[in-house]
């Protein structure tokens, strides 16, 4: 590991490094950032021509933010090794309400306790989790679990709730939580204007300004700016500055399903800097 961080582009001795990866399900829309935290911070956006790319960039890192599912729900495999045998499938159930009383988020065939409690804790409304049981985000989270193993070099597994090397994030939810998501969407070809101000905000809320290849990329490609705050979040993390899981069920859940690390609401970007 340390061998691998010797790289990093002005590294100093305690300089933290975190890396992001919107990761895709195998194609060119991969992206990756690295952040060096030292009194100057250096962005860099990375090849992410492939995992080989992929893996040298969290090697290089003391904690990486991973845009995927770690995880499929607990009901979604008790439920796949119950069709497999011809035993009886289990009983379809739901999350609790909302505090408005409102249904909580879809069932937990298709959707993980750490969807449930990052929807609700966001407030995002429409703007619900993939399914990583039912949906394309199932590809995905294949190719994270590949990683993470191959990250693991036949050592332990890494721990999915977070507290190791890698860590989940959704970019989306995080802008939400920083107050910095834009009216509309980011997304795509029609979201750059939208990107323009998400990252003039990150610019404004860090204290630092971009490289300006870096902003320009950023502003051209959601999968480059998506890089980038999972990069950011990953600093929140190590700093304890997101929401790990507190409670039994929250714990015994996010070992096997993954948790999704949500920057704390409040927690001004600033602070990422100490």
């Keep these: 590991m340390d061998a691998a961080r010797s790289g990093t582009a002005g590294r100093g001795d305690g300089d933290m490094v975190t890396v992001g990866i919107d990761l895709a399900g195998y194609t060119s829309t991969t992206g990756a950032c690295r952040v060096t935290w030292s009194d100057e911070p ?3 956006l990375l090849p992410a021509r492939n995992d080989e790319d992929l893996l040298a960039a969290m090697r290089s890192a003391d904690r990486t933010g991973l845009d995927s ?3 499929w729900p607990v009901a979604f495999a008790a439920l796949l090794g119950a069709h497999q045998t011809g035993a009886a499938l289990p009983v379809r159930s739901g999350y609790g309400a909302r505090e408005d009383g409102r249904p909580g988020l879809g069932n937990r065939f298709t959707h993980r306790l750490t969807d449930d409690v990052a929807w609700k804790r966001t407030g ?3 703007q619900r989790p993939l399914s990583v049981s039912a949906d394309k985000l199932g590809v995905v989270a294949m190719r994270a679990a590949d ?3 191959r990250l693991a070099d036949g050592g332990p597994a890494l721990p999915r709730d977070g507290s190791g090397p890698v860590l989940e994030v959704y970019p989306a939810y995080a802008l939400l939580q920083w107050g910095l998501l834009p009216a509309g969407t980011y997304k795509g070809k029609d979201g750059a204007p939208a990107r323009a101000v998400i990252v003039k905000a ?3 809320g860090l204290g630092f300004p971009l490289p300006e290849a870096a902003r320009g990329r950023c502003v051209r490609s959601d999968h480059d700016l998506d890089a980038l705050v ?3 979040v990953a600093r929140a993390a190590a700093l304890g500055l997101t929401d790990p899981p507190e409670t039994d069920e929250e714990r015994a859940a996010a070992a096997v399903e993954g948790w999704m690390h ?3 609401r409040g927690a001004p970007l600033a ?3 100490g």
């Design 42 to 44: 250096v962005v860099e």
């Design 230 to 232: 999972s990069a950011v």
């Design 262 to 264: 949500l920057p704390r």
């Design 271 to 273: 602070g990422l800097r």
């Design 69 to 71: 599912p770690l995880g």
């Design 124 to 126: 995002a409304g429409t």
């Design 202 to 204: 990150l610019e404004d």
């Design 147 to 149: 990683l993470m193993e």
